[in-house]
């Protein structure tokens, strides 16, 4: 009996052993848990160190004392595609004027279009590098620009379908040309600092940047079936006369009912075409054309206690100034001491009335706009567009009374 047990623990024995000596440990990739150290040590650690936050009050007028627009369904509109996010970058006038011209297409041909925006920011940058070089560093190397500038790109290079070029790369969702921008500004800063002024060499290394932080532009794409150039698709797709298009801007230093050149530093190739008129045509026309079914391609100052992402609403508190003072004058003031900047582009798609004034629709492609519940959309009160917009662009058909007195 003694003998067999001790077989027994010897059979026993040999097969933990085989068993051992025949399981493989492998590797396994795992998430790195967070420890006692992460988790009291070091957090205790950075808690003492770190040296007390305190939060600046903003100050907003307070908007619950109003009634205000609560839903983009309470406005007359035109047709437009829907908001899409410009992300981190300063790109909103391209945004805007192409969502002006998809509706344009819409109201003069019924068709629905959705073009790319980041195709006319990639080409302005090339372009705004070749200013840069003639210029000898002259012009303005920013990220924004003007309305008019979307018609002249689409003039010189075409233009595409969303499509065919979004401007953002593989697994990429929110648009983002904060690297991009700066190593394109810090490469310009060493062309100025070196006197390196070769116009070939410079345009080739800023579209490498773009071409690396949004990827290459098409040379051609097909749609329903059809291959296109951005050229031949201008050409025989997109079917707006560009030159139907004008520019208006109210500012007193200026003299009204003549052509000037809108001063700001995304006008930076200096562009004189704008039409000068007083604030008083300046509404006319605005109101007119949302009434009479276009839609208005405006952009101004974004920055005041009267405008609230939250709210979706912007106005003009009575403690800034009271409606029946504004005219040419406040405009002008607040232009000369620049309090009201050129900050953002948009696209003024409708409008209602209450209380005998005017609220417009404005879709919006910044940030603020998604804050509230209509997403991409915000409601501007007559008064803040009289005061603090200081340009658009329309179709010149609405303004056939107000062009006349240009021509005499």
Known sequence: ?????????????????????????????????????????????????????????????????????????????????????????????????????????????????????????????????????????????????????????????????????????????????????????????????????????????IKSILNYYMGVPPESFTVDGVTYTPKSYFEKVFPLNLDDYIDIMSLMEAPFYQYAEYPVPDNWWHNKDYFNVPVTDFMTLVKKAIRSGYSVCIGGDVSEPGIDGFKEVAMVPTFDIPSEYIDDNSRQFRFSNETSTDDHGIHLVGYKEADGKDWYLIKDSGAGAQNGTNKGYYFYHEDFVKLKMLSFSVHKDVAKDILAKFRK
């Open 1 to 205: 009996m003694k003998s067999i047990c001790i077989l027994f623990a010897l059979m026993l024995l040999s097969a933990t052993m085989f068993s051992q000596v025949s399981v493989k440990d492998k590797v396994v990739f795992t998430t790195p848990q967070k420890g006692y150290y992460q988790t009291f040590i070091q957090a205790e650690v950075e808690k003492f160190s770190a040296k007390p936050k305190s939060t600046k009050l903003q100050m907003k007028m307070d908007f619950d004392i109003h009634s205000l627009p609560k839903s983009k369904d309470e406005f007359k509109s035109v047709w437009h595609n829907t908001p899409i996010n410009q992300g981190i970058t300063g790109t909103c006038w391209s945004f805007c004027t192409t969502s002006f011209y998809e509706s344009e297409i819409n109201r003069l041909h019924n068709k629905k279009i959705q073009l790319s925006q980041m195709w006319t920011a990639y080409w302005e940058f090339v372009e705004k590098a070749r200013g840069f070089v003639q210029s000898r560093g002259g012009t303005y190397f920013g990220e924004g620009s003007q309305s008019n500038a979307v018609k002249r790109i689409y003039k010189k290079y075409g233009i595409v379908p969303f499509a065919a070029y979004s401007g953002l790369l593989p697994g990429q969702v929110v648009f983002d040309h904060s690297k991009m921008y700066k190593e394109m500004t810090d490469y310009l800063e060493f062309i100025k600092k070196n006197n390196i002024w070769s116009e070939n060499e410079v345009v080739t290394n």
